[in-house]
């Protein structure tokens, strides 16, 4: 008996290379006063066993600060991953990277706090992803 066919999804769905697991340390992009950001857990990852959670470009962690100012640390909060170095292929064909990880730190709602660059402008359009 052929095993194709069970469970799963219909057609191709699309899906960007995950960089980012759990305990990665990333730049923090904003002028919120963070350095860094420690990955803590990635929103909406079901998971398997003993397969660590990951995240990629417009995925919501949890996340603390590791350097930065004193009354940032030491709390668990919400970022959104602005930028990753593991290449991922866009629609189009390209593929796409940046030289170094970084997020920037959102409220509960997923609405930015303070935000520096050239990202704001892709993110103000879409912070799910899919850009």
Known sequence: MSKRG???SAGNKFRMSLGLPVAATVNCADNTG???LYIISVKGIKGRLNRLPSACVGDMV???VKK???DLRKKVMPAVIVRQRKPWRR???VYMYFEDNAGVIVNPKGEMKDLLGGIRMHLDEDIDGCF
């Open 6 to 8: 069970r469970g799963g």
């Open 68 to 70: 930065g100012k004193p």
């Open 62 to 64: 949890m996340a603390t």
């Open 91 to 93: 629609k189009d064909g």
């Open 34 to 36: 963070a350095k860094n």
